[in-house]
């Protein structure tokens, strides 16, 4: 199961977009194989155009991607969380986020950080006064509350996901057995039609027993038992056609009443 095959993309990433405005943290969701759901919002250039630019820089922040857990001080000392997206137990991605400062930065150290990496200091810097501060608590709770919005939306989805499916079986079920039960319908139909006729052989042949007078009357005696037998079999079909109009009945009403 994949995260899309539950909510719509575009809502997704609506919600997304509007939570990461609303708080001023970057956001991403991608799903188990590490491929993006939803397009990036509010990432900013001192992550990606400097820091993932360079390449020390992109082995530091790839190293604090596979080991980051909950909320976390990426290398450069930026805030950074990961949070699972689960259903029923299954993870089916992970909400990425953060790039947030939790308190004003030391200039001195990002300068030496940018050193360190192969970047110019002085861009560094310049990239590094867009970056959102915010406290530590503030950070964690936007998480928090971004991984619990996402989840809740996510199994809420998955709810109507199972349902949805059920109908659609019920219905598969419900097709199949009114065909069956037309079928049967045919079948005593032609039951009745062959009863109607060996009632009518085992009258013939209480006529004919008839005119053989005493020779012909235990044939007479049986063919009166296999009229008997006719008759009570046609009575028996005609009440098994009206039990299969009242399933049939029955089942159109189960149907309507999921549509």
């Known amino acids: 199961m994949e995260i899309l095959d539950l909510i ?3 809502r997704l990433q609506r919600i997304q977009d509007l939570f990461s405005d609303a708080t001023g943290v970057a956001l991403s969701i991608i ?3 590490g491929k993006h759901v939803t397009r990036v919002s509010n990432f900013l250039d001192f992550c990606m155009k400097y820091t993932r630019g360079s390449k020390i820089g992109l082995e530091r922040c790839q190293k604090c991607d596979l080991e980051g857990v909950g909320t976390y001080f990426c290398h450069a000392g930026l805030m950074d969380f990961a949070a699972d997206i689960t259903v029923n137990g299954e993870k089916l991605g992970t909400i990425l986020g953060g790039q947030v400062l939790p308190a004003p930065p030391d200039f001195e150290k990002f300068r030496q950080v940018a050193v360190e990496i192969g970047v110019d200091p002085d861009e560094y810097i310049e990239a590094l006064k867009q970056v959102p501060i915010k406290t530590e608590k503030a950070i964690r709770a936007s998480a928090d509350l971004m991984a619990e919005m996402t989840n809740m939306l996510v199994n809420i989805e998955y709810t109507h ?10 219905d598969s079920e419900i097709g199949s057995t009114t065909k069956n039960v ?3 319908k045919l079948m ?6 062959i009863s109607s006729k060996q009632n009518i052989l085992a009258l013939n042949a209480s006529i004919e027993a008839a005119r053989a007078g005493d020779a012909g009357r235990g044939f007479n005696i049986v063919a009166g038992e296999m009229g008997k037998l006719s008759t009570t079999a046609a009575e028996k079909y005609t009440e098994i056609i009206a039990k299969a109009e009242e399933i049939d009945i029955a089942l159109k009403k189960m149907n309507d009443s999921f549509s």
């Open 188 to 193: 005593i139909q032609d039951l009745t039609k």
């Open 161 to 170: 996901y199972k349902e949805k499916n059920k109908l659609t079986a019920v």
């Open 8 to 10: 719509d993309k575009d």
């Open 31 to 33: 799903d188990t194989k």
């Open 182 to 184: 037309e079928e049967i």
